[in-house]
């Protein structure tokens, strides 16, 4: 290590406090992280490519420094699809300073991994107060028993107003409005339970029947309306 001619000069003062760096909450108990390997717990992050045409969310279950587990979900841009896939593969077996120094393919995802390692390395996981923190699978259980991920979209003008497209329910087939022409309801299908039902050789008709819901004053409604039909 080189020093300038001016530090060289300096007199020793020497350093008082050897402290460490301050505790973080890690399942269940404080941690002075001192290294990679000293993270664990489960976190999310959410990142956004530079035209901020899509975004994902990432979430990672972290033991001692390595990825266990790995979801990734986008939205918004229809290569960003291909870039989780790819991201997927590439997590898991690596630590925290791996992923954050490996390119995941997409600017979204690299900067849902910027984000989740401050969670980490701050002890802001969701996990920080878990005894023994969170099992493997965890991950999982955010997309719900349809496996699919929570997603909610919505269009409306000023001329025609709101349409809801999908709700975490489902997908909406019919929206509900009173005597004013306003939304009191909407009819959906569970679409992840219904493809799993007609996968499992129930009829399309019979497995629609069976997961299409409905949701607020559906049954009073003046009249029905499609989303997706001028």
Not at 164 to 169: L, N, P, R, T, Y
Request: charged share 25%; net charge negative.
């Amino acid at each position: 290590m080189k020093y300038s001619h001016e530090v060289e000069q300096m007199c020793v003062v020497a350093k008082g406090p050897h402290h460490g760096p301050a505790p973080i909450p890690e399942e269940g108990r404080w941690v002075k992280a001192y290294q990679i390997t000293d993270i664990s717990g489960l976190s999310h992050g959410v990142g956004w490519c530079a035209p901020q045409q899509g975004a994902c969310k990432l979430t990672l279950n972290v033991k001692e420094g390595v990825v266990e587990e790995a979801l990734v979900e986008t939205i918004g841009c229809s290569g960003m699809t291909h870039s989780a896939a790819m991201a997927a593969e590439i997590l898991p077996g690596k630590t925290l300073l791996e992923c954050l120094n490996t390119d995941l393919v997409c600017d979204a995802i690299n900067v849902a991994m910027r984000e989740i390692f401050q969670q980490f390395a701050y002890g802001r996981t969701q996990s920080a107060f878990s005894e023994d923190g969170l099992p493997i699978g965890a991950g999982l259980e955010d997309l719900g028993k349809g496996l699919r991920s929570q997603v909610g979209t919505m269009y409306s003008t000023k001329a025609k107003g709101v349409r809801f497209m999908e709700m975490a329910e489902g997908y909406v087939t019919r929206i509900a409005l009173d005597t004013d022409d306003q939304v009191i309801g909407y009819e959906f299908i569970k679409l992840g339970k219904f493809l799993e039902d007609v996968r499992r050789g129930a009829s399309a008709d019979e497995a629609l029947k069976k997961n299409t819901g409905n949701y607020g004053r559906f049954t009073e409604a003046a009249k029905y309306i499609d989303p997706r039909e001028e």
